[in-house]
């Protein structure tokens, strides 16, 4: 499988992402400048990353940049076309200011930037950052934003819980969600969704951060998992 990892300006988990794509999970991965007019330039992908970070400063509002960059006219229209795209924290951002995700991720409730390992409940397993969990299945997952609170008006929230596009939520160790597990104030304390044709996913928590066992976790390693079977299946 061949993996194309974006930079823009101010990304700083994109090395990370490429170590656990081509290290750890043994896949071929490109890095691509923002810059970046033609992707059909750079050969065929799999899949299209967005990583973490802070593109452009966060300036104006996290991702609203960013989606100027040359580069995501060329990812919107290979998520059009049927591509998979994954957007992680910054990614997440990027996606909802492109409209490739509805809703969009607004400061923090307690106004802080939170650093922190927290726990995720499997809302759906009908992703291919899923499709290997189970539902309902617990991870311990790290995160580390100030702008990841998750908001939708209430026709698209409702158009969100009726597709099954809620991937991931809050909760506990336990795998309850209430008001003490939602760390950031998302409604519905949701923590990563998917589009209606389940093609593009992003999610505020870092799975790369906690796939390796020398980093004490790998419940991360497993999304990816998912990530490579569903590939392999479309081959």
């Known amino acids: 499988m ?19 794509l081509g290290t750890v999970m043994e896949q071929e991965v490109v890095k691509i400048w ?19 970070g802070f593109s452009y400063g966060d300036y104006l509002r996290a991702g609203a940049i960013a989606k100027f960059s040359p580069i995501m006219q060329e990812v919107v229209d290979f998520a059009n076309k049927g591509g998979l795209v994954l957007g992680i924290c910054n990614g997440f951002q990027v996606l909802c200011e492109s409209g490739l995700l509805p809703g969009v991720l607004m400061r ?19 992703t291919f950052m899923s499709s290997k969990l189970s539902k309902n299945q617990v991870l311990k997952i790290p995160i580390a934003h100030a702008d990841g609170r998750f908001y939708a008006k209430k026709d698209t929230l409702k158009a969100i819980q009726d597709n099954n596009q809620i991937v991931f939520t809050y909760c506990d160790s336990d795998g309850q969600v209430n008001d003490q597990s939602n760390v950031n104030g998302s409604i519905l304390s949701i923590a ?23 980093l004490g976790n790998i419940d991360g390693r497993y999304m990816f998992e998912s990530l490579v079977s569903a590939l392999e299946m479309t081959v």
């Open 108 to 126: 923090n409730r307690d106004q802080l930037f939170i650093c922190n390992n927290i726990y995720l409940k499997t809302e759906s397993t009908e």
């Open 192 to 214: 990563g969704i998917c589009n209606k044709n389940r093609n593009v996913l992003g999610m505020m928590p870092h799975p790369e951060r906690a796939s390796e066992q020398i």
């Open 2 to 20: 061949r993996f194309g990892v974006i930079v823009f300006p101010g990304s700083n988990c994109d090395d990370d992402m490429i170590h656990v």
């Open 34 to 52: 923002h810059k970046t007019t033609d992707l059909s330039t750079l050969g065929h992908f799999d899949c299209i990353v967005i990583p973490g």
